[in-house]
């Protein structure tokens, strides 16, 4: 493999010159870590999944946790070896192509672009939703039109913070990722301090058994809840996604990505374990285990746990909701500048603004997509919206995975090399890789019956239909760009192969961005 050129042109006072007009050398180590937490959403990840997990698996959920972690932690791995070589915004849209060819690469990127579109729905509804439980009783929560009307202005909230700049964002998401861990610790320790003082309802001793990976009762449950638990690690890629602004793109990112990850493990498997300390698994009242919790076990338990302060809990997943939707515009913003950067999305996207140094163009319009897919979804069906959601896992599971594949096949010619790269560059990425279509099959088998989920069309699971519905339309689009003559670069492998120059392509028939924004 020939070695990797440098993206970056030195400037006066050696400082680099940008890549692709955004703002380099902004973010540090700390500020990498918070938007890859943050991005997860951790606080509202648990409400949304934790109940479920225990109805599937009970005892066993903080073992669910830390399996579900093993392959997030090896394709981490994969994207901080492929971002010290290629520390390009498009991430697995741009290591994908060139490991695989532009066909898998713009399959890569759309399955980023359609994952976000989709949750951002999914955050704007639980946005709304928790801002209206805060005000009055709280049956302003149960008015469809006024939550929807909500949502949207979060999304658009959220695209305008994005679109004036990443330093702003990330300074919002500083106190943003505050308010969170405040109120999960806050949790953590009323909840052990009832449990030592004997004044926990449902008190239940800590036990080993939570911890041992034979103990699952059935295949069917191991399966559900590491598929569950999957989706609560998805978003740490985030800080991959704004290599380019940060202050050492090649190594930071990397490093921010696998903290986010083991911090996630910690901070799920150390919430988990207090809340069944104190609720138990029971299938009555308070009881983790109880279906009429699943869906929410911190509103179940934030009366008796926190008493007064029950109303953080609900700030808490309100502020998660909303914090996560500027973070997954961010980089499904910098994935299409990437890709039209490379002759892969009309030009443009690649549209950077000149005073706030942010993808504009690709900004509004994860924004605005975002909204319409939302307002579309919730007028044609609620039960639609909710199966696009539960569908996930399939796009995450998919451009995961492909990232995988695409660090054991580009670093192929030097895999044996030194013990570093056949741990880091070939068997840990191989085995998340496999882990991960394992998944993403078996999820689409699962998702495939007319039992799973809120709805059925053309006779089998909504579930499924809209999951690979959403990516066969990727493959759809792709065909109608590459029948036009712009894309052409693209698709015969001339404007990114595996040795296109990262960062700054060093072709002239590549755009590159003019002091105005516009092509130049």
Known sequence: MNSIPSETRASGGGAAEPGKGLATGTLGL???????????????????????????VGAQTPIAFILAFIPMLFVAFAYRELNQAIPDCGTSFTWATKAFGPWVGWMAGWGVAVAGIVVLANLAQISGLYLWLLVGDGSLAGNPPLVTVTGVVFIALMTFVSYRGVEIGAKLQNVLLGIQYLALALFVIAALVSVARGTAENATPVSLEWFNPFAFESVEGFTESILLALFIYWGWDACLALNEETKDPRRIPGLAALISTVLLLITYVGVSVAAMMY????????????????????LALKDVVLGPWAWLLVVAVLVSAVSSTQTTILPTARGTLSMAVYRALPARFSVVHPRFRTPSFSTLVMGISAIAYYVVMTVISENILADSILSLGLAIAFYYAITGYACVWYFRR???????????????????????????????????????????????????????????????????????SGSLPFFRGESLNEDTPVLVPDSPDIPTRSTDGGPS
């Open 30 to 56: 700390w500020a990498s870590v918070v938007i890859g937490l943050a991005s997860t959403a951790p606080v509202y990840s648990l409400v949304a999944t934790l109940g479920f997990v225990v109805l599937a």
């Open 279 to 298: 609720a138990g698994v029971g299938d009555e009242g308070i009881g983790l285990g109880n279906e009429a919790n699943s869906e929410d076990v911190f």
């Open 414 to 484: 030097e895999l044996f090399a030194s013990r570093h790269n056949v741990i880091f560059r070939f068997l840990l990425p191989l085995l998340g890789a496999l882990m991960l279509t394992a998944a993403f099959i078996r999820s689409a088998v699962d998702m495939a019956d007319v039992d799973y989920g809120y709805s059925v069309l053309l006779g089998i699971g909504g579930t499924f239909v809209t999951g690979i519905g959403s990516l066969a339309l990727g493959l759809v689009l792709m065909v109608l760009w590459r029948t036009r």
